[in-house]
């Protein structure tokens, strides 16, 4: 356990580093404008690899499929380092993810298998409590980071965090699998082709395929419980045992809720702080504060509340209003007029209720179904979120790149370098007035 947390504390700091950090070589390739491609494809691989994850961790084991999914992490890094392009810069990203979505369906996994429902929020909330110590430290580093100059030393020293948390986590999970796998006699051998009959590897591409073109409808396929007919799979992508609880869907339905608020306001949500108020990406990643605060704040609260009066579906619709109210408040918050405190207040209150919400969404799922069926279940859930996020993402990117170019148009008088405008912060910074005024107008 102490092994687990000390990971947990690593990769928060990665977190938070990488996530302050990626702004800057955006912005310097000229390519703010499309920060939300990036995170829409990366959740539509999430659609794959998450199912591709549980099912594999059920056959070949934790500790195995975590240390593959952050030695991913850990190449995606040193590309993202060593970029010289946004292209570059994006594959990075593609390969990083993949292995961050490994860890983090992994640890939601070994988190179901180790704790009793009634404490399982607690755990999950304790896990996260490290954010809490984390936003400020990357925040009190991230000025010497997040520069022009410093940005690859900044995403280097992230990959040393992940290598280390891999390291401390890997090896005693591995031993104490392997000391379990021994108390039973061994580990069943599996071939390669039993590994494809379990894994529906056909719908998987289709599904991720389908998402890519978003003009088709989303098609799943029936269950090997009924009428599952796929000639190459005996085993569905998501079991009818899991779409067919309510109580299960209603949980994951809460969760996408939340996830499709967060991730269509947040995507462009720094650079627009940073041109509209005329400030620096820190400054507006402290001002964005306010939401991580209240999240990681809220959930060992909940947890607790949670454990005393035994519910988990009045804590869905609390945080699912709770956010809603303050998403509200976002929309006159972000006026360039309007005081700062006003934007952290309301990015608090959106980070109060996504906190409630996800935490009870996630004990609701892992409570609602048998132990065999956890990682699928959790998966599910993940697959669902990454489907709303991708469609929220494209969405907010859609009206990023198509409304914005037509409000420059209107409000700009005279001749102006539209990418430059759209593309580059300290470029809208550096114009003078009322150039500066009318970009801002348009934002």
Not at 112 to 138: C, Q
Not at 303 to 321: D, E, P
Not at 354 to 376: C, N, Q, W
């Amino acid at each position: 356990m102490v092994c687990v947390i000390f990971a947990s504390y690593l990769f928060s700091v990665d977190l938070n580093l990488s996530y302050l950090i990626i702004n800057i070589p955006l912005n310097e390739f000229n390519a703010s404008s499309l920060a939300a491609v990036a995170p829409t494809i990366s959740n539509i691989l999430t659609v794959v690899l998450v199912p591709f994850y549980a099912k594999f961790s059920d056959v070949i084991g934790r500790a195995e499929i975590i240390a593959i999914a952050l030695l991913f992490q850990v190449i995606g890094y040193i590309v993202q380092t060593t970029s010289n392009n946004f292209e570059q810069l994006t594959i990075g990203g593609f390969v990083s993810i993949i292995g961050a979505t490994g860890y983090n369906c992994l640890q939601s996994i070994i988190i179901a298998d180790v704790t009793p429902l009634k404490n399982r929020a607690i755990f999950i909330s304790l896990m996260d409590l490290s954010h809490l110590i984390n936003i400020w430290v990357g925040q009190a580093i991230i000025p010497y980071l997040a520069t022009p100059t410093t940005w690859r030393l900044g995403l280097t020293i992230c990959n040393i965090l992940v290598a280390v948390g891999a390291v401390s986590l890997v090896t005693p999970l591995w031993y104490l699998q392997r000391k379990g796998e021994k108390a039973l006699g061994g580990r069943p051998r599996r071939s390669l082709s039993w590994l494809w009959n379990q894994f529906d590897f056909v719908g998987a591409i289709i599904l991720a395929a389908t998402l890519s073109l978003l003009f088709f409808p989303l098609i799943t396929a029936s269950t090997y419980e009924d009428n599952f007919k796929n000639p190459y799979s005996t085993k569905p992508m998501l079991p009818k045992r899991i779409w067919s609880d309510r109580t299960v869907m209603g949980a994951i339905c809460g969760s996408s809720v939340s996830s499709m608020m967060v991730a269509m306001n947040y995507t462009y949500l720094h650079t627009y702080l940073v041109v509209t108020r005329n400030i620096d990406y820190p400054k507006a990643y402290l001002l964005a504060r306010g939401y991580q605060m209240a999240y990681y704040f809220i959930e060992p609260l909940t947890g607790f509340l949670m454990r005393k009066f035994m519910v988990t579906r009045r804590f869905i619709w609390i945080g699912l209003i709770i956010q809603t109210i303050g998403t509200i408040l976002v929309i006159p918050a972000r006026m360039p007029s309007t005081p700062e405190y006003f934007i952290a207040a309301s990015q608090a209150i959106v980070g109060l209720g996504d906190g409630i919400t996800t935490l009870a969404s996630m004990v609701s799922i892992t409570g609602s179904v048998h132990r065999r069926d956890y990682a699928m279940a959790i998966s599910v859930n993940m697959v669902i979120n990454s489907i709303v996020g991708s469609i929220s993402g494209a969405v907010a990117g859609g009206i990023w790149t198509q409304v914005l170019p037509q409000r420059l148009e209107h409000h700009v008088v005279g001749e102006y370098d539209k990418l430059q405008v759209m593309n580059n912060a300290d470029f809208v910074k550096g114009l003078s007035e009322p150039t500066y005024s009318q970009v801002v107008a348009a934002y």
